[in-house]
């Protein structure tokens, strides 16, 4: 014959009141350390219910107290997203200056050619004799006004290009030197040589070729 369950409820809290049922703390199947209900670490009677049962049942169905829910953890913010450094505005190129115009040589406006005054072959010196017909020319030269003039130098087809370039510079430094002397400014007179590229006539007789070793006055504005 089967043995209600509430007649071994009753009996079992009989022998716990008499003394005759003790249950050690520590041995408890389902002992909570952390409830201290005994002071004699042993659990009898009454206070059975308080250390035996929990976290199951009591011995007297008596339910266990539910742990209040662990409070909510905070959720770690989530990280900024990286912001991409922004990249530097493209700079315009500055504008190639504009090429600079070309300077135009000067123009002449007018040659005074010195008539019958001529040098000797490879010679640089004035001969006696034209020094008179420098002055003429010294005259109109003055009339000129405050222009610049140039004292250009030339030479006959005798001779190496590099040389008669040389020799007709230093005829031009002999009469520019000697208008100086007859009172004409130096600041607008300027000697150059142009050796046998220009000649007056052709270089093929010997009369041409003297008339070309000569020197002639050239005015720009």
Not at 9 to 24: D, Q, Y
Not at 45 to 55: D, N, S, V, W
Not at 140 to 155: Q, R, S, Y
Request: net charge neutral.
């Amino acid at each position: 014959m089967r043995t209600p369950p509430f007649l071994f409820s009753i009996v079992g809290t009989i022998l716990l009141s008499a003394g005759v049922v003790t249950a050690h703390a520590a041995e408890a199947p389902f002992y909570n350390p952390t409830n201290a209900a005994s002071p004699t670490g042993f659990t009898i009677g009454y206070e059975l219910f308080r250390t035996i049962g929990c976290p199951g049942r009591g011995l007297f169905d008596t339910p266990c107290p539910v742990p209040p829910p662990p409070a909510p953890v905070a959720a770690a913010p989530e990280p900024e997203p990286a912001v991409a450094p922004l990249a530097p505005a493209p700079v315009a190129a500055a504008p190639e200056p504009a090429p600079l115009a070309p300077v135009a040589e000067p123009v002449p406006v007018a040659t005074l050619v010195l008539e019958g005054v001529n040098f000797d072959f490879d010679k640089a010196v004035i001969r006696p004799g034209d020094y008179a017909k420098l002055d003429q020319n010294v005259t109109t030269l003055k009339t000129w006004g405050d222009v610049d003039v140039e004292v250009a130098g030339h030479t006959c087809s005798i001779g190496t290009e590099a040389y008669n370039l040389g020799l007709s510079q230093r005829r031009a430094e002999a009469v520019r030197n000697y208008l100086i002397s007859k009172g004409v400014s130096a600041d607008r007179l300027t000697a150059k040589g142009y050796g046998e590229s220009r000649p007056a006539v052709s270089n093929d007789t010997r009369e041409g070729r003297a008339q070309n070793r000569r020197v002639e006055l050239v005015r720009y504005k």
